[in-house]
């Protein structure tokens, strides 16, 4: 197909090109500022309206770090080999996505949190489950899915690279962490995705762009207090909980900025990370 329906009008153009005349219907009225500061992308903005999956181990919607779900589902394979989505009444089996409810809850607390659960307890689960938890996420159309989990099978890295770009292009924002290993895992390495390593900083705001990827981004993860089922806390390190601090702030330069892409936020957050050009 061309773009802008240009298969019946223009046979004679390469497959996805814009015919003349067309530039008009594809222009982009938004105003970009003389220069991207952190105020002009998320200034006073609280992630309002903003939907924010975790996909990982439940969520305990009632901790009062948390502030409640609004869907949660849980991803099973039936006997058959069909993925299977119901609603999730048992909440976190073991902490890790509570930790990283809460932290997305403290940096955008009006965004909108949902729960996909693809790890059980003791953090067991299936490459199948966690494909088949990414695929239904995105279909979903949260416009932000935090992924502090990555797996190390590189035979599942065509089906996720295949999701991942899905999502990319149909404007969900997938904030995945690396692995705490110096071992090669997926999704993290994939370009579609905001790839999150830590730094042991204080700020939950400052981030910085990493010149050498594969990690795109480094942010808190170092001796950091997150809440735990049960309506405790604890504090930990880890990528995992670095990577809900870089969902956050999508999440908040969402709320300001709706009409932004995945290219365009990735963009964004790059201009207005810690390390790249004058601070205010």
């Not at 990283?100 to 965004?111: E, H, W």
């Amino acid at each position: 197909m061309r773009a802008s329906g240009a298969a019946e009008e223009h046979d004679d153009l390469p497959a996805w090109s814009l015919p003349a005349g067309a530039a008009e219907r594809i222009a982009l009225p938004a105003t970009w500022p003389e220069r991207v500061t952190r105020e002009w992308a998320f200034g006073d903005s609280d992630g309002v309206g903003v939907r924010v999956c975790i996909l990982d181990s439940g969520i305990d919607a009632d901790h009062p770090l948390v502030g409640g779900v609004e869907e949660a589902f849980t991803v099973s394979i039936a006997a058959d080999g069909q993925a299977v989505v119901e609603e999730d009444t048992a909440g976190d089996l073991c902490g890790h996505g509570t930790a990283c409810a809460g932290i997305v809850r403290a940096l955008a607390p009006a965004s909108r949190l949902a729960s996909v659960r693809v790890l059980g307890e003791g953090f067991t689960g299936s490459g199948q489950i966690l494909i088949e938890g990414l695929r239904w996420a995105v279909e979903r159309g949260y416009e932000v899915v935090n992924m502090s989990l990555s797996t190390t099978k590189r035979e599942l890295a065509v089906a996720l690279h295949e999701i991942a770009d899905q999502a990319y292009f149909r404007g969900t924002m997938l904030v995945a962490s690396a692995h705490n290993m110096p071992v090669e895992s997926f999704p993290w390495r994939f370009a579609s995705v905001v790839s999150v390593g830590s730094h042991d900083e204080g700020d939950p705001l400052a981030y910085y762009y990493n010149p050498k990827p594969p990690v795109e981004f480094f942010a808190r993860g170092v001796d950091v207090e997150v809440a735990w089922p049960g309506g405790g806390s604890l504090r930990t390190s880890g990528n995992s909980f670095a990577t809900p601090h870089m969902a956050a702030i999508c999440a908040l330069i969402r709320g300001s900025h709706p009409e932004l892409t995945p290219f365009q936020l990735k963009t964004v957050l790059y201009l207005i990370a810690t390390n790249v050009g004058p601070r205010e």
